[in-house]
């Protein structure tokens, strides 16, 4: 399957038609989910190899066999992907692994009165555009992403393919979107690895001891992952995925954006994030924090995510 030039558009929001099929998107939202499944769920570029990577970690309680034998789709497939069913029915074992990028609006009602753990992993927006730019740039399966004001104007507007990031984190991080639903972002996993290993172990009930922590650190780090084949992406044929333009593996850092954003777009971005965000009651801490007091973004009550450490 190639069809790196199709789109394919289901209710109104754009997929990569290189793996996404109308019948691959409609399987998804009627998916049966089994009470043991973990999902893992993300808007593009906000971490979601990284939790793949760090949930295997955990439930093989660090060892990282796994990890460097089988690749990250088939260890943790997407959902909405085309070969999802096929890799899910020759899995044996339970728990499943599950990924998905699709809006909560999509998928409640498959998931809405199962008991699978949802992880949802967020990223500073700014960081999420900015790889997502990047990315574009070595993905022959999405379109051209032309200059960096007119992306970031299509991922303002959620004209993006896989849609808004707005409305994908207010869906998924709204008061009882899911039951058993743990938020986590790519900040934390970034400033406090060992505390967000410990906090999936727990949620997962697979509490670990302090060196299999040590373990799941180690094998988790950028250095660690970018020279991992199962899940650094140059698996991927050179005509899907072109790593002459770049690595899948980029920076890995926090607040990247900087470098490209002028000061104007940084302030057009706020004021849009603080319109569409009004609802919702997140706070995210997005910067390092060093001797001040670190940038909370919203002060809002606290509603079914645990960020706040
Ligand atoms: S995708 O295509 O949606 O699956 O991409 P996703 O995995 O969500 O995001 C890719 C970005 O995550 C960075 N990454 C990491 N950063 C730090 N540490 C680790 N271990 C790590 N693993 C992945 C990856 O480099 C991409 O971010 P950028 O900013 O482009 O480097």
Known sequence: MSRLDVTETFHGISFPGHLHTQDSLQL?????????????????????????????LVCSRGDPHLCWTVPNWTRAPWLEQYYCAAVLEAQSTAPRLITTHLP???????????????????????????SFYHFHQMANFLPDAGSFPE??????????NFGSWFDHVIGWTQTKAVENLLHVT????????????????????????????DHCVKHCSFKSMKDNKMINY??????IMDHSKGSFMRKGEIGDWKTLFSEEQSRH????????????SLEFLWEKPNDEEPRVEQQLPQNNTEQKK
């Open 28 to 56: 998804a939202v009627q998916f049966h989910f089994q009470d043991t499944d973990i999902l893992i769920v993300s808007y593009p570029k906000s971490g979601t190899t990284w939790m793949q990577e760090l949930v295997t």
């Open 104 to 130: 909560y609006h999509l998928l409640h009602t498959a998931i809405q009165d199962s008991k699978a753990k949802v992880i949802y992993v967020s990223r500073n927006p700014k960081d999420v555009a900015v």
């Open 151 to 160: 992306f970031l104007d299509g991922f303002l507007e959620g004209t993006l």
């Open 186 to 213: 790519y900040e934390e996993m970034s400033l406090d690895p060992h505390g967000t290993i410990k906090k999936v172990s727990l949620f997962l009930q697979r509490p670990l001891g302090k060196e299999e922590i």
């Open 234 to 239: 140059t698996l991927v044929p050179q005509e």
């Open 269 to 280: 971005f706020d004021s849009v994030f603080s319109s569409k965000m009004q609802q919702s």
